[in-house]
């Protein structure tokens, strides 16, 4: 069972505008999300996070809100840079029975347009 | 060193034939993690060692698919009797692992494995 989905596998942003990327996930244990960027041929790149305990979290461009009730969380960047696009993973991870691994949803690829 | 490295960065294989694959983790990070990613997916969860332990084999797809960590810093995963359809990216990530905060995982570039 997919426990993190990532419902939208593409989006295409006018540079300038903002961009957001959305993840619904299943297990009401989960304590921590995290957002990843992936260029090709590159590993996963670390983000930004948010505990379970808020509703939002900010860190320049970038920023995180979390919907506990409806189990969803979303990623905005605003502006958006030719150089934000890139694959965007959401991951989660539920420390008491799952211990440090990251539970990853399957992308979204976006697209910043000049 | 700096970051997580993963050896080789590509390996054709032919079906049947066994294959390792090397992960070196940063060094200090007590915990690491295989991951694997087909075209078009997420990181698909593997396996993670907390030292030279496995706290956590779960993912393996079946016996086929072993991994070790035998000093506590570098893993190898080994595949036995490969098919078509382990075909996909092996990434290696290792963390800090500490409670407190987001378990921040740092991932190496992959290993992109092909079968034929």
């Known amino acids: 069972d997919q426990q993190v989905k990532q419902n939208s596998p593409s989006l295409s942003v006018q540079e300038g505008r903002i961009s957001i990327l959305n993840c619904d996930y299943t297990n009401s244990m989960f304590d921590y999300f995290l957002w990843y960027k992936k260029y090709p041929a590159e590993g996963p790149t670390f983000l930004i996070s948010?505990?379970?305990?808020?509703d939002k979290n900010e860190d320049g461009r970038f920023t995180v809100f979390l919907n506990k009730s409806a189990k969803h969380l979303s990623l905005h960047i605003v502006p958006s840079q030719p150089g934000d696009s890139a694959v965007y993973f959401c991951a989660a991870s539920d420390w008491d029975n799952q211990g440090g691994k990251l539970i990853f949803g399957q992308g979204t690829e976006l697209s910043v347009k000049p | 060193g700096a970051g997580v490295s993963q050896t080789p960065s590509n390996k054709v294989t032919e079906k049947g034939k066994y294959v390792e694959l090397r992960c070196d983790p940063i060094?200090?990070?007590?915990?690491l993690y295989w991951y694997r990613q087909s075209l078009g997916q997420g990181p698909e969860f593997l396996i993670y060692?907390?030292?030279?332990?496995?706290?956590?084999d779960s993912g393996l797809p079946n016996d086929r698919f072993f991994a070790v960590r035998p000093e506590g810093s570098v893993s190898t995963l080994k595949i036995q009797r490969t098919e078509r359809g382990d075909s996909a990216v092996y990434l290696c990530?290792?963390?800090?692992?500490?409670?407190?905060?987001?378990?921040?995982?740092?991932f190496g570039a992959g290993s992109r494995l092909t079968v034929l």
């Open positions: 060692f907390q030292g030279t332990g496995a706290a956590d």
């Open positions: 948010i505990s379970s305990i808020k």
């Open positions: 990530a290792s963390s800090l692992n500490e409670l407190s905060g987001a378990n921040v995982l740092t």
């Open positions: 060094s200090g990070h007590t915990a």
